[in-house]
């Protein structure tokens, strides 16, 4: 079974720095697909990137991008110039293929936006 | 579009009751699910379906039932509720097609057990 591991339960950062997220998994799959989704208080789920493993290239969105390192399975999101609205909890989660794929998230960073 | 939708958003029961979790999508998804948020724990699924039709355990079904009423709605009910389901519960939705496609996600429903 794949697992999501999120090693850290809380980050601080500073309005405007930049701040990295780290999230490792494990899998015997080769295809697959990893993604952050935020949730603020509000609990709303929100979708903040994703990443196809069979490509190199990382992912960005706009001041969010990704360091996904296939071979140390590792998927790591940076936040750059952060923003009070940031303020949130970030979770990882991966997505085997086929069919029945299914969403396995990891338990969750709290991250907070010191002005 | 509403999206996903779940009724009730808060729900206190005794431990005994029963329940149902309401859940309706209106993005013509083939595919729903239904997770628990507990502290620390993250996001646990609890049943799936893949299809109208079909129904499939995940990783946390034990005092859970679904039902996939058509394509549009996905209910999960509490037969016998006990403490240990006190849970944020979130019902989500995706498009057939591929893994890469966008869950999307009800606003979640806080259940507490007593």
């Known amino acids: 079974a794949q697992t999501v591991t999120q090693s850290q339960p809380e980050m601080s950062v500073q309005e405007a720095e930049t701040v990295t997220l780290s999230c490792t998994y494990d899998t015997s799959e080769s295809d697959y697909y990893l993604f952050w989704y935020k949730q603020p208080p509000s609990r709303q789920m929100i979708l903040v990137i994703r990443?196809?493993?069979?490509?190199?290239q990382n992912a960005t969105e706009n001041r969010f991008s990704v360091n996904f390192q296939k071979a140390a399975k590792s998927f790591s999101l940076k936040i750059s110039d952060s923003q009070l609205g940031d303020a949130a909890m970030y979770f990882c989660?991966?997505?085997?293929?086929?069919?029945?794929?299914?969403?396995?998230f990891g338990k969750g960073i709290t991250l907070s936006v010191r002005p | 579009n509403a999206g996903v939708t779940q009724t009730p958003k808060f729900q206190v029961l005794k431990t005994g009751q029963s329940m149902t979790l309401q859940c309706a999508q209106d993005?013509?998804?083939?595919?729903m699910y239904w997770y628990r948020q507990d502290p620390g724990m993250g996001l646990r699924l609890i049943y799936y379906s893949a299809s109208e039709g079909t129904t499939d355990k995940g990783e946390v079904p034990n005092g859970y039932n679904v039902s996939r009423l058509n394509k549009r709605e996905f209910s999960l009910r509490l037969e016998s509720a006990a403490p240990s389901q006190t849970s944020v519960y979130f019902c989500a939705s995706k498009p057939s097609g591929s893994s890469y496609n966008e869950q999307f996600f009800g606003p979640g429903t806080r259940l507490t057990v007593l």
């Open positions: 989660a991966y997505r085997n293929t086929g069919a029945n794929s299914k969403l396995t």
């Open positions: 990443q196809e493993a069979y490509k190199q």
């Open positions: 993005m013509n998804h083939n595919s």
